[in-house]
């Protein structure tokens, strides 16, 4: 891979941050968000309220990411596991008082159904198991590589994943907690461009499959092996389209860095925007989205972009109480301009 997608910051700053929202947007379609990825992205980055569950859905799951990476640090307690869950599931329940609990007893169970006949296929754990089945996954989630038998990082970032969906703990978003959990496993144990794997999407376009890992566990005695062979191909595939998705947002900064050659004073955050621009020409930029975008604080971003408006690249006008930044129409042309 080029050499600025081996530094997790300038990595996370130029090109990954769309991925994070993919994967917020997908792991939530799967679980039956219904908005579509291109009104789901423009709410995440421009940081508007959900208009509806879906929407809520999709943007609970990207704050999940975003907790994920800067506060469940490095060991997981069910405290933390509870936490994830109610970030997850915040104002999407019948029941508001669900979010970040566990099942009770007395409770109906919530079983996992099969999506084309209904019939269910796993009746998890009773629910009077579930507090010491949690201190259980979360022991076996911290034990070093040191102990044994040994078990590979990434085999227990699987397993991980597993167990949390076979005790189905929570009344709804048991596979958004379980798919994060794997990407905090990977994380902690140094795979961090894991996190930015497209996982949710290869789910999502074979759902079948992913629920037919499950139950050949199920039928085969607890065999976990259906499970973890489909997981690893998976993440092959999520890596190989990690790998074009980054190889081609590298091409489009060089084509912009050609046309700007010799134009001195534009960081990486301004010409990743300006390849944004020259992309998608009816694209609309505030301080908030640009500071969210690059995780940069609002006064960076100001200066970025009124950098960009000086000369003569960006327009603004102010819509309320913010100020919309938009790109010229004839913005290919500028830099082109700007690079003679």
Not at 122 to 143: D, I, K, T, Y
Not at 230 to 235: A, C, E, G, M, T
Not at 295 to 317: I, K, P, Y
Not at 333 to 338: A, C, I, Y
Request: with cysteine; glycine share 6%; proline share 5%.
């Amino acid at each position: 891979m080029d050499e600025v997608v081996t530094s997790e910051r300038q990595a996370g700053q130029r090109f990954l941050v769309n991925s994070l929202m993919e994967e917020a947007i997908r792991s939530s379609q799967l679980e039956g968000a219904t908005t579509s990825r291109r009104v789901a992205k423009a709410m995440l980055k421009s940081g508007r309220e959900p208009k509806n569950r879906s929407e809520r859905m999709i943007a609970n799951n990207y704050r999940a990411l975003q907790f994920m990476r800067e506060g469940m640090g490095n060991e997981l307690s069910p405290e933390t596991v509870l936490e994830l869950h109610r970030i997850i599931t915040e104002g999407t329940l019948d029941d508001p008082e669900a979010a970040g609990r566990l099942q009770r007893p007395g409770e109906p169970r919530v079983a996992v159904y099969d999506r084309d006949e209904g019939q269910p296929i796993h009746n998890p754990p009773p629910a009077e198991q579930l507090p010491g089945r949690m201190r259980s996954l979360c022991a076996f989630a911290n034990e070093g590589e040191e102990g044994e038998p040994f078990v590979h990082p990434v085999v227990r970032a699987i397993l991980l994943h597993f167990w949390l969906a076979y005790d189905h703990p929570f009344e709804d978003g048991n596979g958004r907690t379980a798919r994060i959990l794997f990407f905090w496993m990977m994380r902690t144990r140094g795979y961090w461009l894991a996190e930015y794997l497209p996982i949710s999407r290869f789910i999502r376009n074979a759902p079948s499959q992913y629920a037919r890992a499950f139950m050949e566990t199920e039928t085969d005695a607890g065999d976990t092996t259906y499970f973890l062979l489909h997981q690893l191909d998976i993440i092959e595939k999520a890596i190989e389209d990690l790998h074009l998705y980054l190889q081609r947002k590298i091409a489009e900064v060089r084509d912009v860095e050609r046309l700007l050659d010799g134009t001195e004073g534009l960081n990486a955050r301004q010409l990743s925007l300006l390849t944004d621009a020259v992309r998608h020409p009816d694209s609309a930029y505030t301080l908030s989205s640009h500071a969210r975008n690059h995780r940069v604080t609002h006064e960076t971003a100001r200066s970025d972009l009124a950098g960009l408006t000086d000369r003569g690249l960006l327009t603004r006008r102010r819509r309320g109480r913010a100020y919309l930044f938009e790109p010229l129409p004839n913005l290919a042309e500028r830099l082109k301009d700007l690079a003679e």
